[in-house]
């Protein structure tokens, strides 16, 4: 690490995202001398991240947890001293559910995402039929793919798993977490583990197989065990972060309008500010679509490329209900839909089922997702209409009955990130064509991953590089 002791520099963070949290408070841990600001369009940090409070309810309006599969939004918890505050999901109540035809089905244990580890859930479940059972099962003597080129979830599941797998069980397991159409999807940025596995073991059953014997979590659907949230909510953690960082260095409801270079540095235009103002360096944490907007003067093409990739719009719908107004046991975190059941939701999960804290112990907080990729017209509806779409179908799937004790919509609209077939192939030449620009950065959830930790990397990376420093 060599930074230039004889003159502080001045940086500008832009979005009050987790990206834009997380590399902001890496500057001043690399650089306590750096000259920090950190500008937020909107009148609140957290971007996605939304926690609220609706008597008794701890609501998270976005995402609720997050994975320590990857490291970093864990190891940034610890070096801020926040680590205590986090919990565990509960587990007694470990297991996901399907949608099939209209009941839940519990998904088979030791099925992750795309594959299963153990024979006998797999065997058992009615998820799938005597021939859908067979032809996964013939997945182990599948010769693997000659080529590494790039292909969708789609191609890759059927071609490993067959269709009724793939409809039944994986499309709305990884559809779910990108809210995205799986005939687009990249497997190479979304689930190159999986690649690998067929590409090293020659199947992927034997992969997960081989890789399980040293696990030993009992669990259907996600390794819930290796997700975390805070106690107070997702919104604890940016405030933990903001706490952190310079006084004064936060700007809200400053939105950056323009951004040019000249000899003297990088001058930021915001709105309502008359007169620009200038930075040594710039990492702009913004979503694709506002990051490509502002770099249309510096680099046309690369702004060009950024805006190839596309995001999908979602809602969030926010159920609290006395626990005696649902007839469905409750005994999992939730269950996700597949497209081939022609439902208009995407998934519900039992938040208070999932982490303590969230209702008091005699009500029930669900969240129900609508939109994305394959449904976003759903998000053309007004707020009613989602809400009376979404109790018709809780209504069907748990046997929701009686008014709610509350109930809100949350929409996020472009908030995920679709990561397409070809997509590392954009975020390499994105990030070549940055280099070449000294003195800015980009960081955020359209890159190398959405997920928190993901994000925290990216700002954390993008802020040791504005620094003139090796990310390690
Ligand atoms: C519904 C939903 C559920 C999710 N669930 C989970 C989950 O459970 N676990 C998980 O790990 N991930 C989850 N994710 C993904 C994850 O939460 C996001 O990818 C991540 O929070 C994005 O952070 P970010 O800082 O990159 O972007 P954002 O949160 O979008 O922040 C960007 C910020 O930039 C600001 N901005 C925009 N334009 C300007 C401008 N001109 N000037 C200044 N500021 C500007 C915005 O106002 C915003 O605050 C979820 C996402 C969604 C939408």
């Known amino acids: 690490m060599n930074v230039d002791s004889s003159k502080a520099k001045r940086i500008a963070v832009i979005g009050g995202g987790i990206s834009g949290l997380a590399a902001a408070h890496r500057i001043v841990e690399l650089d306590p001398k750096v000259e920090l600001a950190l500008f937020e369009a909107s009148d609140r940090l957290g971007g996605v991240i939304q926690t609220e409070q609706h008597d008794g309810f701890l609501v998270e309006r976005g995402g609720d947890m997050f994975t320590t599969r990857e490291p970093w939004a864990l190891e940034l918890c610890q070096r801020i001293g926040f680590e205590d505050q986090l919990i565990n999901t509960n587990a007694a109540q470990r297991r996901a559910f399907i949608v099939r035809q209209g009941k839940l089905v519990e998904v088979p244990q030791g099925f992750t995402l795309m594959s299963p580890s153990r024979l006998w859930p797999i065997l058992t479940t009615p998820l799938l039929s005597v021939a859908g059972k067979l032809r996964l099962a013939k997945e182990i003597y599948l010769p693997a793919k000659s080529t590494r080129e790039d292909e969708s979830l789609a191609s890759f599941a059927i071609r490993r798993f067959g269709q009724q797998t793939f409809e039944r069980i994986i499309q709305p397991m990884i559809g779910g977490i990108y809210t995205a159409d799986p005939t687009k999807l990249s497997m190479a940025a979304t689930m190159s583990q999986f690649v690998e596995m067929e590409q090293e073991h020659g199947s992927v059953i034997r992969g997960m197989r081989k890789k399980n014997k040293q696990k030993t979590e009992r669990a259907s659907g996600a390794r819930y065990g290796m997700f975390l949230a805070p106690r107070a909510g997702l919104s604890s953690l940016i405030q933990a972060i903001a706490d952190r960082l310079p006084k004064n260095c936060i700007q809200l409801n400053t939105p950056l309008e323009s951004l040019r270079r000249d000899r003297q540095g990088w001058r930021l235009g915001f709105a309502g500010k008359a007169k620009e103002q200038i930075y040594d360096g710039v990492v702009l944490c913004t979503p694709a679509r506002h990051s490509s907007c502002f770099l249309q003067p510096i680099d046309k093409e690369l702004a060009a490329t950024i805006d190839q990739i596309s995001s999908a719009s979602a809602a969030v719908v926010l159920i609290g209900l006395h626990r005696k107004s649902i007839q469905h046991p409750l005994n999992g975190f939730g269950f996700i839909v597949p497209a081939v059941e022609r439902r208009r939701i995407l998934a ?90 000294s003195g800015l950065e980009l960081a955020g959830n359209a890159y190398r991953g959405v997920g928190i930790p993901f994000c925290v990397h990216s700002g954390e990376q993008a802020a040791a590089r504005v620094l003139g420093i090796t990310p390690s």
């Open 348 to 437: 519900g999960s039992f938040s208070s089922v999932k982490f303590e804290n969230r209702a008091r112990p005699d009500e029930v907080l669900l969240r129900i997702f609508v939109g994305g990729a394959l449904q976003e017209k759903l998000l053309e509806l007004d707020d009613d209409e989602i809400k009376k779409l979404v109790f018709e179908e809780v209504r069907e799937l748990i046997g929701v009955r009686g008014a709610p004790l509350f109930c809100d919509v949350a929409r996020w609209h472009q908030g995920m990130p679709q990561y397409h077939v070809g997509h590392l192939e954009l975020v390499a030449q994105i990030e070549k064509r940055v280099a070449k620009i």
